[in-house]
């Protein structure tokens, strides 16, 4: 039986010293199934031997030893198979034979080619190479569910039966999508190296963390609202990011947004899984230390900086998350941000939200009068519920009920249609437009 702390530091091992292995690894070789095997074979012996023997002083280390071993013992093996099937009579070396596949850098002349008891000693720091992987895998030549997918894969250490999980899809879907994208890395040459306009990438990275973190906050489809787990590692990827570069007015944006966000994750829904609009919220429940560290990050992402999509939605989630009622909520300054996000991007989920903001504001008519105005939502549900709850207020109940009726066939999510079914069956009542859940 592995004992508390053993377990721990096997899970961080596999979720935080791993990704850094396998970028370490995917360097010297080139070769990313290389190293993703190595790794693996590396974390296998850690769960064998860990419980056994305890933890070593440098678990990093122990696992970058343990992996470029396993990675040495795979490349003579398939030496030793080319060279039984060719029929060659010469002997290379495995240093010789690695020579086409190895770009040696300072970087393994200094670490990776250090002896074992060098890696292993405590003192000894192994190098975060993760940046170079988080690029790759956020690399505009594969579609965005590859990204994803390979992000949760090969940096924060997902297996795949998790991540087929999270996005509802069978796990052997899930893992030929990640041999394709492989696959498509390997063939097209794509090179685990930072570009030199950093600022492309990585707003594909802040996008792939955005959509890990929004799948986990309000899930897409299935009978559950929260996935708590991917959230909290979408947040756990985040600060990777802002680790690996620092100071960033977008990449601090968005950690405060998503931590503004998580802070309510307890409120969401109701002891039967039902959907808790955020003015129904028990804000009490709130976690206010989380809260506070958002305001922190937020606070950090202003300074001096123009305004940016992460950092204005992150200034909406704060007065929302630190106003303590509903009737506290300062939708003057929300109307403002959102006006500001609108011209920044100008996209229809925007202009939905700003017509709920609106309407906040100035009345259930100035909301509907700018929900005419958002097109391309027609299929999406949250458009016939802001619609549905803003005719409620406005006292047209029959038109609301056929927005809410709607609403519920388009839903995908169990949760949002209970929710959905009890406002139909409810009374003719005026209700409130409901903010963001």
């Known amino acids: 039986m592995t004992t508390p702390g053993v377990a721990d530091a096997l899970d961080v091992a596999a979720r935080e010293e791993a990704g850094r292995v ?3 690894l995917a360097r010297r070789h080139g070769d990313l199934d290389l190293a993703e095997e190595a790794v693996q074979e590396a974390l296998l012996a850690a769960w064998r031997t860990w419980p056994r023997d305890g933890v070593p002083a440098n678990p990093a280390g122990w696992l970058l030893v343990a992996a470029r071993r396993a990675a040495v013992d795979r490349l003579r093996h398939e030496a030793s198979q080319q060279r039984r099937s060719t029929g060659a009579a010469a002997d290379p070396t ?4 690695d020579a086409a596949r190895v770009d040696r850098g300072e970087l393994w002349e200094t670490v990776a080619d250090a002896p074992d008891d060098r890696l292993l000693d405590s003192g000894t720091a192994i190098p975060d190479e993760r940046l170079r992987l988080v690029l790759l895998c956020c690399h505009p030549a594969l579609d965005r569910d590859a990204q994803v997918a390979l992000t949760l894969r090969l940096v924060l250490g997902l297996t795949t039966t998790e991540i087929a999980a999270g996005f509802l899809v069978p796990e052997a879907t899930l893992a030929q999508r990640l041999v394709r994208a492989k696959k498509k890395i390997r063939l097209a040459g794509i090179p685990l190296s930072v570009p030199a306009d950093l600022s492309e990438r990585l707003d594909a990275v802040l996008t792939v963390v955005y959509l890990v973190f929004t799948e986990g906050h309000f899930s897409a489809a299935g009978g559950g609202l929260v996935r708590v787990d991917l959230a909290a590692e979408a947040l756990r990827l985040a600060a990777v990011v802002d680790g690996l570069v620092p100071n960033r007015p977008e990449v601090l944006g968005l950690r405060a947004l998503l931590t503004f966000h998580h802070a309510r994750r307890d409120t969401r829904v109701d002891g039967d899984g039902g959907l808790v609009l955020l003015d129904a919220q028990d804000r009490a429940r709130w976690h206010t230390g989380e809260i506070a560290a958002g305001n922190a990050l937020l606070d950090r992402a202003m300074r001096g900086a ?7 939605l992150a200034v909406i989630a704060a007065l929302h998350a630190n106003a303590t009622s509903p009737a506290a909520t300062d939708w003057v300054t929300i109307c403002r941000a959102y006006e500001t996000l609108a011209r920044l991007d100008p996209s229809p989920v925007i202009r ?8 906040m504001r100035d009345g259930p008519d100035a909301g509907l009068a700018a929900l005419e105005q958002v097109r391309g939502l027609e299929r999406y549900h949250g458009l016939h519920v802001a619609r549905g709850q803003l005719l409620l207020r406005a006292g047209e109940a029959a038109a609301a009920r056929a927005e809410l009726a709607r609403a519920r066939d388009l839903a995908v999510n169990e949760s949002q249609r209970r929710y959905l079914t009890h406002l139909l069956t409810a009374s003719t009542d005026s209700g409130s437009a409901g903010s963001a859940t």
């Open 22 to 24: 396998l970028a370490l």
């Open 94 to 97: 495995v240093a010789s034979g």
């Open 306 to 312: 123009p305004p940016s999509r992460y950092v204005l």
């Open 352 to 359: 939905l939200n700003h017509a709920v903001a609106l309407a």
